[in-house]
């Protein structure tokens, strides 16, 4: 049976929020997520301080990292190494692919990317349950 997808986001300065609601899926902050959660989720978090994890996003991860297909973090290239190094971290920590690191809100060409892997992983599922006859 098909799950829907829901796209999460951490959003504290509204980037990651405006980034997730350009994917064109149903869109839910972090801190909304309650008790089990019968759905794909795709996670749209930020890099905080000098390449940290934001809390709200442990926290949501410690809860529902076996639901999430995958994550895009925004970061600012200013930051050189530390650009969006929340997202290296969350793959090595949770085991959740990386899908794109963006500059701050990021550019169309990001939404594009992000919307075009979300859409292969989508069919990809689609394939696997008729497979399993699911």
Known sequence: MKRPLIIAYDSRTGNTEWFAKQLGFPTMPVTSFEGEVNADIFLVTHTFGKGNVPENTHAFLNRYAGNTIGTCVSGDTRWGALFALAGDKIRLEYEIPLI????????????????EWIQTWLKMQDIENKEWGR
Request: no cysteine.
């Open 100 to 115: 794109r690191k963006i500059d701050i809100r990021g550019y169309p060409e990001d939404v594009r990317s992000v919307k």
